[in-house]
């Protein structure tokens, strides 16, 4: 069966730094492109950004607001994606998911999800 | 980037109702817009891409449409289990942006 699980998530005071960690299984990972995606208490679904796969030469792209702060690299041979989470704000309190890109055609979608892992940012 | 307006923000509807859900791209797209299904607690679940493609085991209640700047989810016959909030997500462009969110309650 097709799993994400991300782990990482806490409690950690603004301006320190947190990585989460998204690990898959059931499907050839290294096949997809793999999104992180964060919903605040109550509000929501955000965009946070996307880790390409090899042959993309694993790039990467961001959502203004966490662009130059958060960093997502992957390891294929584990089968997991990371967010690195620097300089962290109480806005970035949310639950953050993982999610395998599925990419029929020219579209992308979200087809498989992670359970979320909360992110509290907060002193 | 690519505003996503999405409206109504939430509505009541009965089961058996037919609902309609719709979101405005702030600039012209061509297909590339996905809706998806919430419940408290739970992550998104993918319902529809390619504006009109029903994603494997969605059932045939749900239907979208679309092109341009306007995009349609529709529910027939909705179902107890359909009580939810809705997303639409435009990936033509980065960053992907989603809308606002519907969320869809018993009247």
């Known amino acids: 069966e097709v799993h994400l699980v991300e782990s990482g998530g806490g409690l950690v005071q603004p301006g320190g730094s947190l990585r989460l960690s998204c690990t898959a299984s059931g499907f050839a990972f290294s096949e997809y492109h793999m999104d992180w995606v964060r919903q605040a208490p109550g509000k929501g679904l955000e965009w946070v950004g996307r880790s390409r796969r090899k042959t993309y030469s694993y790039t990467t792209e961001y959502a203004a607001s966490v662009k130059g702060r958060f960093t997502i690299s992957r390891d294929d041979s584990e089968n997991s994606v990371y967010l690195q989470m620097n300089s962290l704000k109480t806005e970035d309190t949310a639950v953050y998911y993982c999610?395998?890109?599925?990419?029929?055609?020219?579209?992308?979608?979200?087809?498989?999800w992670g359970q979320g892992t909360m992110v509290t940012v907060s002193s | 980037a690519i505003q996503m307006t999405q409206s109504p923000s939430s509505l009541s509807a009965s089961v058996g109702d037919r609902v309609t859900i719709t979101c405005r791209a702030s600039q012209g797209m061509r297909n590339d817009l996905g809706w998806y299904q919430q419940k408290p607690g739970k992550a998104p679940k993918l319902l529809i891409y390619a504006a009109s493609t029903l994603q494997s085991g969605v059932p045939s209640r749900f239907s979208g449409s679309g092109s341009g700047t306007d995009f349609t989810l529709s529910i027939n016959n909705l179902q107890p289990e359909d009580f939810a909030t809705y997303y639409c997500l435009q990936d033509d462009g980065y960053p992907l942006t989603f809308g606002g969110g519907t969320k869809v309650e018993i009247k």
């Open positions: 999610a395998r890109v599925f990419s029929p055609g020219a579209n992308d979608a979200f087809d498989i």
